[in-house]
């Protein structure tokens, strides 16, 4: 850390680099974290499928309110809260998994709504999850980037 | 963005805070605190000064739990950080060039 004695502009820039990096570092989520956002999204997009409208409105709930407690617990853990910057490649990440997850439920529904495939519905509800965890620390790391990166860090 | 040197940022406790809570929404005041390696006086003495610029904005949600402090800066105050920061990095461009 640079020592506040002799303190020249150079030094202030220092400062402003090692604040930014440091409040990105605490937005570093644990490993677990990301596995369970997609296996969130999976079950969803399955219960959304195989369930009726009695099984699909309590999933849909249920999916809500953990996606808000899962922000909560984020902000409480890191003392942080930080929203995606619209266009930015978090902004972009996020969309690639909420997409995914989208045509995922439409495919699924779609699927048990024609066939008796439940199988298929299930794999693609894996694939739904895959494609979210694969995705969340993408978010997070863009996220920090910009924490870390933004124009006034420079 | 314009450069405009502020010297209530300028002090190297006040540049720290405005350049953490610059790239967040919010932060909580002791995670600030511990950032900066102050004192919780200490901290509230600074954030005090920001406040009153019409920097920074501090709140006290209420809920359950211990009531956890939560700082976040206004916007003048992030115009202000960032014409600050401009200025800065003009004064270390200027520095190098004239070396």
Redo the contacts between chains.
């Keep these: 850390m640079v020592s506040h004695e002799e303190f020249d502009d150079s030094d202030h820039l220092e400062v402003v680099r090692e604040a930014r990096s440091a409040a990105a570092e605490r937005l570093k989520m644990p490993g677990w974290f990301h596995p369970l956002v997609g296996l969130g999204a999976g079950a969803f997009t399955v219960a959304f499928g195989l369930g009726g409208w009695g099984v699909r409105i309590p999933a849909m709930v249920l999916f809500i309110a953990g996606a808000i407690l899962l922000v909560m617990w984020r902000q409480r853990v890191t003392g942080l809260a930080v929203t995606v910057q619209t266009g930015g490649r978090a902004d972009h990440w996020a969309g690639v998994a909420a997409f995914s997850a989208m045509i995922g439920v439409i495919a699924a529904a779609t699927v048990a709504r024609f066939t008796d495939l439940d199988g298929v519905v299930v794999l693609i509800g894996l694939g739904v999850a895959v494609i979210v965890t694969a995705s969340s620390p993408r978010v997070g790391q863009a996220l920090r980037d910009e924490v870390r990166d933004g124009p006034i860090a420079r | ?1 314009t450069a405009r040197f502020d010297e209530i940022i ?1 002090s ?1 406790h006040r ?2 805070i405005c ?10 005041f ?2 600030v605190r511990d ?1 900066l390696e102050v004192s919780d006086a200490t901290l509230s003495k600074q954030l005090k000064i920001l406040a009153a610029a019409g920097y920074l904005e501090i709140s006290k949600p209420t809920g359950r739990g211990r009531i ?1 402090t ?1 700082l976040r800066l206004t916007q003048t105050g992030r115009s202000a ?2 014409d600050h ?1 401009q200025a ?2 003009h ?2 461009d200027a ?1 190098l060039q004239n070396l």
């Design positions: 963005m300028h190297p540049l720290r350049a953490f809570l610059s790239g967040v929404d919010s932060g909580e002791a995670i950032f956890r939560w950080y960032q920061a800065l990095r004064l270390v520095d």
